[in-house]
């Protein structure tokens, strides 16, 4: 069973970072491309990031791009996200999936809450 845990999230001020993390489990890790979306309040999930299975392609939403980057560590399971230059419009609950352009298993669970705030 496919099982994804995301972690790393608080209150940061506005141009701040923060660093997302995604542990996964029950599935072989390495093998899958993996993506990160966010959900604000009101709004619909959105995509944020994909990093191949390998991490040799990346890809960003424009507006992510040049401040957020994913990366994996297949060794740990983890999928990454470092977020610099934080926005209050970044604030948002974050989610991990399988997938590089698009979430392939959808069973989203609580995610990791960012507020960029002063």
């Known amino acids: 069973q496919v099982q994804l845990v995301e972690s790393g999230g608080g209150l940061v001020q506005p141009g701040g970072s923060l660093r997302l993390s995604c542990v996964a489990s029950g599935f072989s890790f390495s093998m899958f491309a993996m993506s990160w979306y966010r959900q604000a309040r009101g709004k619909e999930r959105e995509y944020v990031a994909g990093?191949?299975?390998?991490?040799?392609?990346?890809k960003y939403v424009d507006a992510v791009k040049g401040r957020f980057t994913i990366s994996r560590d297949n060794a740990e399971n983890t999928v990454y996200l470092q977020m610099n230059d934080l926005k209050p419009e970044d604030t948002a609950v974050y989610y991990c999936?399988?997938?590089?352009?698009?979430?392939?298993?959808?069973?989203w669970g609580p995610g990791t809450q960012v507020v960029v705030s002063t």
């Open positions: 999936d399988t997938g590089y352009s698009q979430p392939l298993n959808q069973d």
């Open positions: 990093i191949s299975s390998t991490g040799t392609n990346t």
